[in-house]
């Protein structure tokens, strides 16, 4: 239930002290960075953007009025659309608890329902990711890809294992024929067997770089998305991110620290989490493109969310990385565009960013002089044609730690920018609150008891 915590900063360490009346005192480690952590709560702040849209009221208080209710601060920059239970996996660590012995679908007038309320709340929606179980198993799948075609939605997302890719003759070819702004998401938590074993159960890594394989060969774009435990692969970022960047279709890489929510087995919260600031310092130390002033907090969300953005060198020089934040400062980074972590689908923020980049190298030059300094800048920044950067040119780090029923913080979570369509399409939860409190038989079982505790006058 809901009680009273405080931060606590002990040299570079901060806390989150909790005292419940019925658990006692906690301490969780929230970040091993303070001056980081201090940057989140007073530099990179933004404005919030709202959704168009309140679905619930506010009744219980946060975190039991989801929603997204009036008292939520950021609208969803991601919403995610689960279509199944089912997977051909059955992943130790798996938030949604699916499986092959889960055979529930959503129905298409459900997915139907899902999508407009998706759209109500945001008009024409950053990204949609298709997700669940393991979405390419829904019998209606490309049906479910059709529907979302027909709806104002500028990225399209497809939250995957890979595994239909890799063994099915045609279904990357077919998944291509939905570009542009359609990207696989794609589970890659390593370059070897290890720590496929320990976290999806399995021996993954042939039908990973099978599915690779047929991605990079149509160039669709991919994000490569590694969940991250201490002691299984967070000592191989470093490699995840020199293999990600040697291939042509991936656009980026998305770190996720173990969220310990469904089934999490093995896991050992004192020991095995992994904080945003330890994968942070991770990926300065041990990829050899970003340095500190590069990976910034994302502004709809800092305590949870951090980024770095390289341009990707042009035609077969694509393996060359130039970090954005040496040529555009982050302020610019945070105050050009609009309050979302996917820039590059903004166009007001890559006109700025091309002014910018124009202009930092032909200050005192005139025209024929502009054009010289622009030339030479091509050399480091190869042909950044402002502003039409193209979507193959970008290498994004997205490291993006969930909260948790360990770190749960009402501040943060209302903060929140990836939002969960519900089954019946009546409401979005932010992703933290729904693993935590509303995924399937948890709102009945771990939430309602919860809510009859909440005293409010107006409660009777
Ligand atoms: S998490 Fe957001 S939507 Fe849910 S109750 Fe809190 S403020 Fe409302
Ligand atoms: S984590 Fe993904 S692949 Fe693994 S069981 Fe869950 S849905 Fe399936």
Known sequence: MVCDAKEIIE?????????CLHHGVQRVLLSDDA?????????????????????????????????????????GCVCVLEITDHCNLSCPTCFASSGPDRVTHRSLDQVRKMLDLIVMNEHEPDVVQISGGEPTLHPAFFEILDECRTRPIRHLMVNTNGIRIAKEEGFAERLAGYAPSFEIYLQFDGLDDSAT???????????????????????????LVATLRRGVNDMSIGEILSFAAAQRCVRGVTLQPVHDAGRNTGFTPETDRLTLSEVRRRVIQDFDVFEHQDVIPVPCHPDCVAMAY????????????????????AELLIEGGRNTIIYEGDAELLGNIGERIFSAFSTGHGPKGA???????????????????????????IIMQFLDRHTMDLRSIRKSCVHVATPDGTRLI???????????????????????????????
């Open 11 to 19: 040299g570079e360490r901060v806390y989150l002290w909790k005292r």
């Open 35 to 75: 001056d980081y952590f201090r940057r989140c709560r007073e530099v990179f702040l933004k404005k919030p953007e709202q959704v168009f849209r309140h679905n619930t009221g506010v009744r219980y208080g946060c975190p039991y009025d989801c929603g997204i209710c009036p008292d939520h601060e950021q609208h």
């Open 197 to 223: 074993k320990t976290l999806r159960g399995a021996e993954l890594s042939r039908v990973k770089r099978r599915a690779l394989d047929k991605l990079n060969e149509l160039n669709l774009a991919t994000t």
């Open 310 to 329: 390289a341009i990707r060198g042009s035609g077969d020089d694509y393996r060359t990385l130039s970090p954005l934040t040496r040529y555009v400062p």
């Open 371 to 397: 054009a010289r300094a622009l030339g030479d800048l091509l050399c480091c920044l190869p042909r950044v044609d402002s502003p039409e950067l193209g979507y193959d040119r970008v290498f994004r780090v």
């Open 430 to 460: 932010p992703f933290d609150a729904y693993n935590v409190l509303y995924r399937d038989e948890l709102e009945s079982t771990v939430l309602a008891p919860l809510r009859r505790r909440v005293q409010l006058p107006w409660i009777s």
